[in-house]
């Protein structure tokens, strides 16, 4: 009996994209991966998707794969079921952010050029999605390897770890959500993360999350911190079509938790983010102390600020020993 969807441009699409047809449904996937219909559903929502009704065929081989892949990792002992569940959520969140981009960019060339159609739509994922899906393999086996690489250089290490962590923020995004176009605006924040993302890995740091305009960091020693947050405002201040950077970084301990961060260190660098005047960095006394007798910076105090959670919050002033090496202060310091 023939396929009354065979030849539809967008049913076409899907297949391509899902890399095979949906034939089974949620009791049949389960089955095929030797898991229970409850642990397939406790998956399929972690990763980020809506509940399908059980009699619904809308499972591929690939979701069989996916599900034996996930089985092997707790069978070895790698992962226990809780922690599956967090790294397949976190999975999810990272790869959906990445799939919106990409439509997004497919949708705006398409509606740029009026003789791309779905049929062309099919033609550029038969080409281009083996292609980024190897590109993201490669891309998460060179993060994989420089992830490894830090954390075994610290595995003597017993006690938690010590890092800087610091938040950029946009001055004045909120008002120019308002007020801008959606495109430029779009644009705007390509632009500040682009800079923020170059910055970040040319000194050696990384990139902890991003949101919207904020960009949240972490280098393992307070220099490396530093010389991040200067430049930051240095780059930022050089682009006229961005507002306004502000900068707030503390050092101590941290609760690495997969690929986030948690700690007091996370919680100071936002606070003295919140306070910290345009095209200015602020950082805490822990920060202040681990580049005292560092000849590139210069720290000035600041009037301590109540803040939530803190009955006074001291924060200092970073700028560069001299200015001149860059053409001047940064704005606002």
């Known amino acids: 009996m023939t396929d009354p969807t065979d030849g539809d441009p967008a ?22 991966a030797g898991v229970s219909v409850e642990q397939a559903r406790l998956l399929w929502r972690a990763l980020g998707f809506a509940d399908v009704g059980d009699d619904n065929i809308a499972f591929t081989d690939r979701d069989v794969e996916a599900l034996v892949a996930v089985q092997k990792l707790i069978g070895r002992g790698l992962i226990d079921d809780t922690t599956q569940l967090a790294m397949t959520r976190a999975m999810g ?56 690489n830090r954390v075994l250089a610290h595995a003597d290490d017993v006690d938690a770890p010590q890092m800087a962590v610091g938040f950029a923020d946009l001055v004045g995004f909120t008002s120019l959500t308002r007020q801008a176009e959606e495109e430029d605006l779009a644009h705007l924040v390509d632009r500040f993360e682009a800079i ?52 707030g970084v503390a050092c101590g301990t941290v609760l690495p938790r997969l690929g986030d961060i948690f700690g007091e260190p996370v919680n100071i660098a936002s606070r003295l983010t919140s306070f910290a005047r345009p095209g200015s960095a602020l950082v805490d006394r822990e920060m202040a102390g681990a580049l005292e007798g560092d000849e590139r910076f210069r720290l000035r105090r600041v009037p301590p600020r109540p803040v939530r959670g803190y009955a006074l919050l001291q924060g200092m002033r970073l700028r560069r020993a001299d200015p001149q090496a860059t053409g001047g202060e940064a704005g606002g310091v």
């Open 93 to 148: 969140q990272s790869l959906a952010r990445l799939a919106e981009w990409q439509v997004a960019a497919l949708v705006d060339a398409m509606a740029r050029d009026e003789s791309l159609a779905e049929e062309s739509a099919r033609d550029a994922a038969e080409d281009l999605v083996p292609l980024l899906e190897g590109l993201i393999g490669f891309v998460w086996r060179r993060h994989l390897a420089a992830t490894a």
């Open 11 to 32: 049913v076409e699409l899907e297949r391509e994209l899902l890399g095979g047809e949906r034939k089974y449904t949620r009791f049949e996937v389960a089955e095929h």
């Open 196 to 247: 923020a993302t170059d910055v970040i890995a040319e000194q050696g740091g990384r990139v902890i999350k991003t949101v919207g305009d904020e960009v949240m960091f972490a280098a393992d020693d307070a220099a490396t911190a530093a010389e991040i947050a200067l430049q930051l405002i240095e780059r930022v201040d050089d682009d006229p079509g961005l507002p306004d950077l502000r900068v």
